[in-house]
């Protein structure tokens, strides 16, 4: 008996030799990734430990990781089986921000001048109840079941859908949300933060202080090839520019995201290995080298913090938003932004409206129509910034819908020609969820 015991642990023990030898250089990113969404789920979104650990963190690799909470200290750590320790902090105003070995505890960060919307006028234009309005080309009983469809039922644990907020003609005419969330849990949007960033560089062409045909945008480029890369190519993603988007294994997203200080310096620093504005490639690189190009705007970088705020997200009310930043203090536009679903669906009443909200022009028409209009290469999937319907990647819904899209099934679907703005949010994509049959089946509800 004792021999075979033995022999079961000498086992276990190559196993586990085996798995932190075939992860080992994974596992800064690992440990990092479940320290930093750890951090972010129990202090920004107020979720517990267990039910991060549970839900959010629990899919191979990050399910590995071992998580630590202290609650006085405000911070996550986590570490894969003692290796490779990481840390993140929490800084009201910033979010969570994933720290390194060279950390000064005594660092000090600025933070965002936040002026919230009080407003009383019912939701979306405010935050108080929204007006009971009954639509008679509404069958809100087909509504109803449509909307019930994209949640799991009984032991099911397979759609994963925590929230789905819809929208139509500036109205709430369904919403719903999985036991333990409600209409005011944030919920971390991922890649929809790009459509955010998007957005803010929309606000500054609007203002005269950018043209997204210019090019020498960065000192970096002045004296090669990058040099003629326009605002236009990355706020398309088809810069040129090398960059490998794999979640899957240590690749340039994963570096950035979970070792590099500074993010928006991580595709600054590509060299160029194909024609601009020919070579589309899905870049959160390009994001946050946009998010560097803002920044670049103004004179202070308090200027840059309070103008995602002042001139965006506060002013159409979206009061419960955060976009977290690095450790350098530039805002994450590629990944990093939390808000409530009903917040998230404010935006895309924004861009519904041709960015107007509730009378005060946001932002020009002309950028609404240049964000859902295809770039090339992309066979009509995205625009500036904006995922797009123009090539028919949801048959059964009208090809002029375009939505912000994120990691895990976080949808902020717009569709004009039907007057709608549908949010989902969850922790799993297609074909676990098929968006193209939740869609059409509320798209069917109203005649």
């Given at each position: 008996m004792k021999k075979i015991i033995k022999y079961?642990?000498?086992?276990?023990?190559?196993?586990?030799?085996?798995?932190?030898?075939?992860?080992?250089?994974?596992?800064?990113?690992?440990?990092?990734?479940?320290?930093?969404?750890?951090?972010?789920?129990?202090?920004?979104?107020?979720?517990?430990?267990?039910?991060?650990?549970?839900?959010?963190?629990?899919?191979?690799p990050i399910d590995i990781a071992k998580d630590e909470v202290d609650y006085e200290d405000k911070s996550a750590s986590a570490s894969v089986y003692g290796f490779m320790k990481r840390k993140a902090i929490y800084k009201e105003g910033l979010g969570s921000i994933l720290v390194d070995t060279d950390f000064d505890e005594t660092q000090q960060f600025l933070i965002p001048?936040?002026?919230?919307?009080?407003?009383?006028?019912?939701?979306?234009?405010?935050?108080?109840?929204?007006?009971?309005?009954?639509?008679?080309?509404?069958?809100?009983?087909?509504?109803?079941?449509?909307?019930?469809?994209?949640?799991?039922v009984s032991e099911e644990y397979v759609k994963k859908t925590r929230a789905v907020v819809v929208l139509y003609k500036g109205q709430l005419i369904a919403e719903k949300y999985v036991e333990g969330f409600d209409k005011n849990s944030k919920i971390?949007?991922?890649?929809?933060?790009?459509?955010?960033?998007?957005?803010?560089?929309?606000i500054l062409e609007k203002q005269g202080k950018i043209n997204v045909?210019?090019?020498?945008?960065?000192?970096?480029?002045?004296?090669?090839?990058?040099?003629?890369?326009?605002?236009?190519?990355?706020?398309?993603?088809?810069?040129?520019?090398?960059?490998?988007?794999?979640?899957?294994?240590?690749?340039?997203?994963t570096k950035m995201l979970f070792l590099d200080k500074?993010?928006?310096?991580?595709?600054?620093?590509?060299?160029?290995?194909?024609?601009?504005?020919?070579?589309?490639?899905?870049?959160?690189?390009?994001?946050?080298?946009?998010?560097?190009?803002?920044?670049?705007?103004f004179k202070t970088h308090q200027e840059y913090l309070d103008f995602w705020y002042r001139e965006l997200i506060d002013k159409i009310g979206m009061s419960s938003m955060v976009i977290e930043t690095d450790l350098n203090g530039n805002y994450v536009g590629s990944s990093y932004g939390w808000a409530t679903p009903r917040d998230w669906a404010k935006f895309g009443l924004l861009y519904l409206h041709k960015g107007n909200w509730n009378g005060e022009q946001i932002l020009n028409e002309a950028w609404v129509d240049y964000s859902a209009t295809p770039t090339n290469g992309s066979n009509g999937q995205y625009g500036a910034h904006f995922w797009l319907n123009a090539g028919g990647v949801y048959p059964n819904v009208p090809k002029d819908l375009f939505s912000c899209?994120?990691?895990?099934?976080?949808?902020?679907?717009?569709?004009?020609?039907?007057?709608l703005v549908i949010v989902r949010m969850g922790l799993t994509e297609n074909s676990d969820f098929n968006f193209d049959v939740f869609l059409s089946a509320v798209l069917l509800s109203i005649k």
């Amino acid at each position: 008996m004792k021999k075979i015991i033995k022999y079961s642990l000498s086992i276990v023990v190559l196993v586990l030799i085996y798995v932190v030898y075939i992860n080992y250089p994974r596992l800064n990113i690992i440990s990092g990734y479940s320290a930093k969404n750890m951090s972010s789920s129990v202090f920004l979104a107020k979720r517990s430990l267990e039910i991060t650990d549970a839900q959010d963190n629990n899919f191979s690799p990050i399910d590995i990781a071992k998580d630590e909470v202290d609650y006085e200290d405000k911070s996550a750590s986590a570490s894969v089986y003692g290796f490779m320790k990481r840390k993140a902090i929490y800084k009201e105003g910033l979010g969570s921000i994933l720290v390194d070995t060279d950390f000064d505890e005594t660092q000090q960060f600025l933070i965002p001048n936040r002026i919230k919307n009080s407003s009383n006028l019912p939701y979306p234009y405010g935050n108080s109840e929204p007006i009971d309005t009954i639509f008679n080309t509404i069958n809100y009983k087909e509504l109803d079941v449509a909307v019930s469809n994209a949640f799991d039922v009984s032991e099911e644990y397979v759609k994963k859908t925590r929230a789905v907020v819809v929208l139509y003609k500036g109205q709430l005419i369904a919403e719903k949300y999985v036991e333990g969330f409600d209409k005011n849990s944030k919920i971390l949007g991922w890649s929809m933060t790009k459509s955010i960033t998007s957005a803010v560089l929309g606000i500054l062409e609007k203002q005269g202080k950018i043209n997204v045909q210019q090019i020498n945008l960065f000192p970096e480029w002045e004296n090669d090839g990058r040099s003629k890369i326009t605002l236009n190519d990355l706020l398309h993603m088809n810069s040129g520019l090398e960059w490998d988007e794999n979640y899957n294994t240590m690749s340039d997203v994963t570096k950035m995201l979970f070792l590099d200080k500074d993010m928006t310096s991580s595709q600054l620093k590509k060299p160029l290995i194909a024609a601009p504005n020919n070579s589309w490639n899905y870049s959160s690189g390009t994001t946050n080298l946009l998010s560097g190009f803002i920044r670049n705007q103004f004179k202070t970088h308090q200027e840059y913090l309070d103008f995602w705020y002042r001139e965006l997200i506060d002013k159409i009310g979206m009061s419960s938003m955060v976009i977290e930043t690095d450790l350098n203090g530039n805002y994450v536009g590629s990944s990093y932004g939390w808000a409530t679903p009903r917040d998230w669906a404010k935006f895309g009443l924004l861009y519904l409206h041709k960015g107007n909200w509730n009378g005060e022009q946001i932002l020009n028409e002309a950028w609404v129509d240049y964000s859902a209009t295809p770039t090339n290469g992309s066979n009509g999937q995205y625009g500036a910034h904006f995922w797009l319907n123009a090539g028919g990647v949801y048959p059964n819904v009208p090809k002029d819908l375009f939505s912000c899209n994120g990691y895990q099934g976080q949808r902020v679907f717009i569709i004009p020609s039907k007057e709608l703005v549908i949010v989902r949010m969850g922790l799993t994509e297609n074909s676990d969820f098929n968006f193209d049959v939740f869609l059409s089946a509320v798209l069917l509800s109203i005649k």
